[in-house]
């Protein structure tokens, strides 16, 4: 199968995703008038977003009208530790109320309150009730509404030009294998179509990534197969940069038993709902792991986090409600201690909390997953949960307001696909919220350069070089197989690059994954390239290979314990790393890292913070600065 | 704990196929779904079986075990006998294109000549108000995760490929039932349109789409029936659609 036929598409934007970021972003730029293409690596509207249960953050205020912007923004640069990127926090606080109101719009149905408002839910690092949620199928109700908010314009489209795929069109199962550049700016994508290995070719002065996450390079991960991390490679290839990749959210709640679900996520409203911690000696060991920097938020003792539940003016959070890289370490460190469940996690427990009925009816897909993959009843007995590499934190370096990747002409990223917004750790809730303002922003941005962009034309060469590298696997016989290398892989990161780390593991970590980039090259898949899984995992690998060397080179000049990167070797944060964000970008050969200064907060939002919880995370010297006046 | 199973997966393209027989490991605590991945993985590299979530969340894996529509992810091994072979087989209502992967596109065109939401003109962001009990009855069929093994065990269209034309089968009814009985929805007409556009005169209630759900949404109870229902009363009575729309724009404003 040398000669292969080739499609050819031409779009004004093509959005390579159909998750909550990338419809968004497909949304926004079909409204602005322009022609669209949606690829995705699945069927339309099976993106990882579904599996989002908790909630969307928004300081809608329903439930407490203390909330604000200003209140959501301090949340979330506490929670990533101050190493945010203080304007995408700001924007992303200010207009996801906006957001959500607008699903509604679309037709979602939330949650609601008793005065018939939008209901919000409390979460970890949230300080009021603020995630907009469907009992914990949240992610699903985001992507059907973003999904039917697609068909509802394909068929006003039918109306108005006699096509419904005239503007919009989705392209599912699809894997885009190159971005292409002609002169210095994007041109367009190739790649092929999954069900058959015939060729695609569009055209497009625009691409928006919206590709989500990295969780498969890791062995024990929520994410499902999807997430190899192909945007991150795609934009790494492009010559754009990553920031920041050695900032992994480890959740600290994923399933661990049976071992054919490890990793799968517990929803953290378990937590919120008032769901406890334990570990073998029945002790709620959270009081233990309180850090400083959160002592005068979080209760000290079981009397005054019980009470919590029903006034929370007056006492301070359950500890359960850290931040996720705080529970995470907390558990990892009740394991290695010997005070672990039988299956290598500890408990959470909800049924001795909630009435069964209660617990059913606010955990629901809990309620069924642990029933059907477990047979544990939650409303009777304990779950066993241990941490699972959720989310990276790390992504293509962008342009707050625009979403446009530095260094790229014409390309754009969105959600969890794009760097910067979360810092060093991400709140839950706020990954939905994330998705939806920077996906709009996204397809803004896309809009507004392509309307000054002339036509894109893709040279014959590009698409024959391109055309090359799909071949390869199989021109190859008797080399390594795949799936074993991927293996290999996960195994590497899991053990090397995980949620502890060490410079001497961080070191043994780079060298095998230069030696896998070596066999990688004479990987060879079997078959034919009809709906071959093989053949898709050798794409995949190339990808995930690129992302593991990212993080392990991050991971190793980063001389502090922040968010979601421990070091073993350094235990405590450090203000001066708290200024500097590490720079990936690919050679070619290898990936370089850079260390790049943050840019200060300006007065307005950095006086929005207590002096004295600012001290904890700055230098003296910014603290006399002040931020800086506008 | 790990033991030896037999199992039958079907393999061929749109143009031919076959049950083939292999021996495959399984171990303790393990679904359908981690067994054909370590066929793959381990006897047939090329052997195509979507999947996403593995959680029951996505509705990605469909397929057919001993007969029965699945999610792969959701069966597990231990629900089977010791010297069970299982077979495995492609959804039945849908063109195979590969293996254990159909083409599903009908769903996909179905759901484009649904007519979408509408709500009122003028509502504001962050103005609607609606009660919890009445946002309850929609949001079961939300809970729809589009696996589409309804669609495949529906016996309109499973083996009545002529049927496929005039029937948007349980998935689109319980898609216009959500916005029918949606607090904001404005459309009128909609179950009159699933009657006479959408074939919903010729589901006879044999419950099968309700059994294979694997979100156990009571698709005919409380989508189907009340529709069905509801049809023959206000088809003839246009004042009492007019009061219920009135009532319910008082509420939502």
Not at chain 2, 65 to 87: H, S, V, W, Y
Request: proline fraction near 4%.
């Amino acid at each position: 199968m040398s000669t292969q036929q080739m499609e050819r598409h031409n779009y004004d934007i093509v959005v390579i995703g159909a998750g909550g970021a990338g419809l968004r972003a497909a949304v926004e730029a079909r409204e602005a008038g322009l022609r669209v293409a949606i690829i995705c690596k699945s069927l339309f509207g099976k993106a990882h977003t579904v599996m989002a249960e908790g909630g969307i953050a928004a300081s809608m205020g329903n439930v407490n009208d203390s909330d604000g912007w200003q209140v959501h923004f301090r949340d979330t640069m506490r929670g990533g530790k101050f190493l945010n990127n203080y304007r995408m926090a700001e924007l992303h606080a200010k207009e996801a109320p906006e957001r959500v109101w607008e699903l509604e719009i679309w037709g979602a149905l939330f949650d609601r309150t008793a005065e018939g408002k939008i209901s919000q839910r409390n979460f970890g690092g949230h300080e009021y009730p603020r995630l907009a949620h469907v009992g914990d199928r949240t992610g699903l109700e985001l992507i059907r509404t973003m999904q039917q908010r697609i068909v509802a314009l394909q068929q006003k489209d039918k109306r108005d030009h006699g096509d419904a795929e005239s503007h919009i069109k989705v392209f599912a199962e699809v894997t885009v294998t190159e971005i292409l550049k002609e002169g210095g700016k994007i041109a367009g994508i190739y790649g092929y179509r999954r069900e058959n290995g015939v060729e695609v070719l569009f055209e497009a002065p625009a691409v928006v990534l919206a590709t989500g996450g990295v969780g498969k390079t890791f062995k024990i991960t929520s994410n499902s197969w999807e997430g190899t991390g192909d945007g991150h490679a795609l934009a790494l290839k492009a010559g754009g940069n990553l920031v920041d990749m050695e900032f992994l959210q480890f959740h600290p709640t994923g399933m661990v038993w049976p071992p054919s679900v490890r990793g799968l996520l517990v929803t953290e409203s378990v937590r919120g709902d008032g769901g406890v911690l334990s570990n073998s000696d029945g002790v709620r060991f959270m009081f233990k792991y309180i850090p400083d920097v959160f002592k005068d938020k979080y209760a000290d003792n079981e009397e005054e986090a019980d009470r919590w539940y029903d006034d929370q003016s007056n006492n301070r959070r359950p500890p359960e409600l850290l931040p996720r890289d705080e529970v995470a370490r907390a558990i990892n460190a009740e394991v290695k201690a010997g005070r672990g469940s039988p299956h290598g996690g500890v408990f959470l427990d909800v049924s001795t909390r909630l009435p069964a009925d209660v617990i059913k009816k606010k955990l629901p897909s809990m309620w069924h997953q642990f029933m059907e993959l477990a047979n544990v009843d939650i409303t009777k007995e304990a779950m066993e949960v241990g941490p699972t590499c959720h989310y990276v934190m790390g992504g293509v370096e962008v342009d707050p307001d625009t979403a446009a990747a530095i260094g790229v002409p014409g390309l754009f990223a969105a959600g969890e696909v794009a760097g910067g917004m979360h810092g060093s750790n991400r709140l839950g809730g706020n990954s939905l919220s994330d998705l939806l303002v920077f996906g709009r922003r996204a397809g803004m941005g896309a809009a507004n350069y392509v309307k000054n962009a002339p036509a894109a034309k893709v040279s014959d060469e590009s698409i024959k070089r391109a055309a090359e590298k799909i071949q390869a696997p199989f021109n190859r016989t008797g080399g390594e197989n795949p799936y074993a290398l991927h293996e290999e892989l996960q195994e590497l990161t899991q053990n090397l690059v995980g949620i502890i780390r060490t410079k001497t593991e961080l070191q043994e970590a780079i060298e095998k994954i230069a030696d896998i980039r070596k066999r990688i090259e004479q990987v060879s898949v079997s078959g034919d390239r009809q709906f071959n899984p093989g053949f898709h995992l050798s794409f995949d690998l190339d990808n995930m290979l690129l992302i593991a060397e990212s993080t392990a080179k991050s991971a190793i000049v980063r001389e502090e314990s922040r968010g979601g990167h421990t070091r073993d070797d350094f235990p405590g944060m450090n203000p001066k790393w708290r200024q500097i964000n590490n720079i990936s970008s690919f050679t070619g050969k290898e990936i370089v890292v850079k260390q790049q200064s943050l840019t200060d907060m300006p007065t307005e939002l950095f006086d929005l913070f207590d002096p004295h919880e600012l001290e904890k995370y700055m230098t003296p010297e910014e603290m006399t600065k002040g931020g800086v006046k506008q | 704990m790990t033991r030896k199973i037999q199992m039958r997966i079907w393999r061929g393209n749109s143009e031919s196929g076959s049950l083939q027989d292999v021996s495959v490991d399984a171990n303790e605590g393990e679904v359908v779904l981690d067994v054909i991945h370590r066929v793959q993985a381990t006897q047939m590299g090329d052997l195509a079986v979507r999947w996403n979530c593995k959680a029951g969340k996505c509705g990605s894996c469909s397929v057919e075990i001993n007969g029965k529509p699945r999610l792969a992810c959701m069966t597990q091994m231990a629900n089977f006998a010791e010297d069970e072979t299982i077979t495995v087989t492609p959804l039945r209502a849908f063109p195979v294109i590969k293996d254990l992967v159909t083409d599903v596109s009908f769903n996909y065109k179905k759901a484009m000549e649904i007519p979408s939401f509408e709500p009122p003109a003028d509502l504001k962001p962050g103005e609607a108000r609606m009660q919890q009990i009445d946002v309850e009855r929609s949001q079961e069929f939300r809970k729809c995760i589009e696996c589409f093994l309804c669609q495949d065990t529906c016996h309109v269209i499973r083996d009545h490929e002529e049927n496929k034309k005039s029937f948007a089968g349980p998935r689109f009814f319980i898609r216009i039932a959500e916005l029918d009985m949606h607090p904001l929805d404005m459309l009128r007409n909609r179950k009159q349109k699933a009657q006479e556009e959408h074939g919903l005169g010729m589901c006879n209630i044999t419950k099968c789409c309700t059994e294979v759900c694997p979100e156990h949404i009571r698709i005919t109870d409380n989508a189907i029936i009340p529709m069905k229902e509801r049809v023959v009363d206000v088809k003839y009575d246009p004042v009492r659609w007019l009061g219920s729309k009135i009532r319910r724009r008082e509420e939502v404003l």
